[in-house]
């Protein structure tokens, strides 16, 4: 089962990175219009008016999109932003304690708007509701992969909860400083 636990985060991570090169692409590709259209109107005078519709807002949808889809396994690799100043001083038991609190109410909070955003996908789908930019896209599309990052988050941190319940570290213990040692 951890194998495809692993491979679920993996593959959520892997998702996001492709989104994130899309984004790279679509904003170079708009930049060499751009450019191209500047050249044209030093030319002739007049620009030819190069662009791709709704480019600003294609490339909010992917990092919406690289964000929720990459929660999870930065979870798992330890690279969530962690206040660890207190629970680092805490004796072994206490810190375990802490740690299950934490982890617990992470996961009802990721379970509470993972549940959310799904009632919004369906009522996004159910209405019909559209996005108001050159290109008209049904919002519904957008927000999938909002909903399923989040899923895939609130998946990991029961993973990580039921672990830690029976005695295992946290997945990014001791992640914190191989980060600061390298």
Same mark, same amino acid.
């Given at each position: 089962?951890?194998?495809?636990?692993?491979?679920?985060?993996?593959?959520?991570?892997?998702?996001?990175?492709?989104?994130?090169?899309?984004?790279?692409?679509?904003?170079?590709?708009?930049?060499?219009?751009?450019?191209a259209?500047?050249?044209?109107?030093?030319?002739?005078?007049? =620009?030819?008016?190069?662009? %791709?519709?709704?480019?600003? *807002?294609?490339?909010?949808?992917?990092?919406?999109? #690289?964000?929720?889809l990459?929660?999870?396994?930065?979870?798992?690799? =330890?690279?969530? %932003?962690?206040?660890?100043l207190?629970?680092?001083?805490?004796?072994?038991?206490?810190?375990? &304690?802490?740690?299950?609190a934490?982890?617990?109410?992470?996961?009802? &909070?990721?379970?509470?708007?993972?549940?959310? %955003?799904?009632?919004?996908? &369906?009522?996004?789908?159910?209405?019909?509701?559209?996005?108001?930019? &050159?290109?008209?896209?049904?919002?519904?599309?957008?927000?999938?992969?909002?909903?399923? =990052?989040?899923?895939?988050?609130?998946?990991?941190?029961?993973?990580?909860l039921?672990?830690?319940?029976?005695? #295992?570290?946290?997945?990014?213990? =001791?992640? *914190?400083?191989?980060?600061?040692?390298?």
């Open positions: 089962m951890r194998r495809g636990l692993n491979f679920v985060y993996q593959a959520a991570g892997g998702l996001a990175a492709v989104f994130i090169l899309s984004i790279t692409l679509l904003v170079f590709a708009q930049v060499c219009l751009n450019l259209d500047k050249i044209a109107a030093g030319l002739f005078g007049q =620009g030819i008016g190069l662009t %791709i519709p709704s480019y600003a *807002d294609f490339t909010g949808f992917f990092l919406a999109a #690289a964000t929720f990459a929660l999870a396994y930065t979870l798992r690799a =330890g690279g969530h %932003i962690r206040v660890t207190l629970i680092g001083h805490l004796p072994e038991a206490s810190r375990r &304690m802490t740690e299950i934490v982890i617990l109410i992470a996961l009802l &909070m990721s379970a509470y708007a993972t549940w959310y %955003i799904v009632l919004l996908v &369906m009522e996004s789908a159910e209405f019909g509701d559209r996005s108001s930019g &050159m290109v008209s896209v049904p919002l519904w599309v957008p927000q999938v992969p909002v909903a399923v =990052g989040l899923s895939v988050l609130t998946l990991a941190l029961a993973d990580e039921v672990c830690v319940l029976r005695g #295992a570290a946290p997945s990014w213990e =001791g992640k *914190d400083e191989n980060l600061l040692n390298e």
